[in-house]
T-cell receptor
């Protein structure tokens, strides 16, 4: 069964460092997303991406964040200068169409720990 | 502030019983509604989605949507201990939007 894959599963970084989280969405899906979940809190939308550009972003997705689809399969989230409060589980998701019409499937997540 | 509200629980039911999970949302323009299951430390796993008013059944699961009351529910029949998890309600809030807004989730505990 096709699935969204994320690497690494766990990333530890020092405050102020840049991190790149990687995702391979399901191959025939057109919409890609990043969500995050701080420990014990709800899943929060960060950004959606379609046709090689950002479709929608939340207030959380400020100038420290960027997304890219560097090739035909990978989708990345970059955090330029990490803060302690960026520590969370980051989930990549993809959907065949936008979530108004089709369901989104989540990857297994990358746990980011900023020390 | 557009919100999705769920009772955090825990909801405890015996094995074989029906578990009823509820969710309300604030935006009348919401279009699509999803139920995800999340085991501790794992990613959300899609269980069901519903777009139209009424009931939608898939195996032991039934999703119910009432747009007039801004209410969506999930019934789990013949609950099993393996159903013990946190159930997340997610809503796509507007026609053009691509974001899912999640509730905090309801923790279900099924005892054998």
């Amino acid at each position: 069964e096709p699935e969204v894959t994320q690497t690494p599963s766990h990333q530890v970084t020092q405050m102020g460092q840049e991190v790149i989280l990687r995702c391979v969405p399901i191959s025939n899906h057109l919409y890609f997303y990043w969500y995050r979940q701080i420990l014990g809190q709800k899943v929060e939308f960060l950004v959606s991406f379609y046709n090689n550009e950002i479709s929608e972003k939340s207030e959380i997705f400020d100038d420290q964040f960027s997304v890219e689809r560097p090739d035909g399969s990978n989708f990345t989230l970059k955090i330029r200068s990490t803060k302690l409060e960026d520590s969370a589980m980051y989930f990549c998701a993809s959907s065949e169409l936008g979530v108004r019409n089709t369901e989104a499937f989540f990857g297994q997540g990358t746990r980011l720990t900023v020390v | 502030q557009k919100e999705v509200e769920q009772n955090s629980g825990p909801l405890s039911v015996p094995e074989g019983a029906i578990a009823s999970l509820n969710c309300t949302y604030s935006d009348r323009g919401s279009q699509s509604f999803f139920w995800y299951r999340q085991y501790s430390g794992k990613s959300p796993e899609l269980i069901m989605f519903i777009y139209s008013n009424g009931d939608k059944e898939d195996g032991r699961f039934t999703a119910q949507l009432n747009k007039a009351s801004q209410y969506v529910s999930l019934l789990i029949r013949d609950s099993q201990p393996s159903d013990s998890a946190t159930y997340l309600c997610a809503v796509n809030l507007n026609q053009a939007g691509t974001a899912l807004i999640f509730g905090k989730g309801t923790t279900l505990s099924v005892s054998s």
